[in-house]
């Protein structure tokens, strides 16, 4: 399963729903894996933050054990074909870079995106989206 940055944020906000997912997981021995762009975005929080060390460590311990799936480019132009069919479209809500990333990550490696953000992921074709 690939997880999102919004499950992980949900995960860091001891949200109920989102630990129970990720023990549902754990429990099935579901590989779970998390795209370079969702390292970004974490970190994101890290630069805005007045407490940046201790906001690294926090999410690196989110991370530990989950393997970093990296941004090939073949994941890159399914992302750039993905986001342009959004674009394109005049049904398709817009999907912006990090989250056509996600869905392309998952869609190559043939896994489900586990999200708090379905409606970020509901309108990519043929994507499965597993939700807490």
């Known amino acids: 399963m690939i997880l999102d940055t919004g499950f992980l944020v949900a995960l860091d906000g001891d949200d109920p ?23 970004q975005e974490l970190y994101v929080a890290v630069g805005l933050g007045s ?23 073949q994941i890159a132009r399914r992302a750039g074909v993905i986001e342009g069919q959004h674009i394109a479209s005049d049904t398709l809500p817009e999907l912006g870079p990090a989250d056509a990333v996600v869905a392309a990550t ?10 708090n953000d379905v409606s970020d992921f509901e309108t990519v074709e043929s994507l499965d989206v597993v939700t807490p």
């Open 17 to 39: 729903d989102a630990e129970e997912t990720a023990r549902e997981l754990e429990a099935r021995d579901v590989p779970l894996r998390v795209p370079t762009i969702v390292v």
């Open 51 to 73: 407490e940046s060390a201790k906001n690294a460590r926090k999410f690196e311990s989110l991370l530990e054990n989950k393997p970093v799936v990296p941004l090939t480019d």
């Open 106 to 115: 998952a869609l190559q490696l043939n896994e489900a995106v586990v999200t």
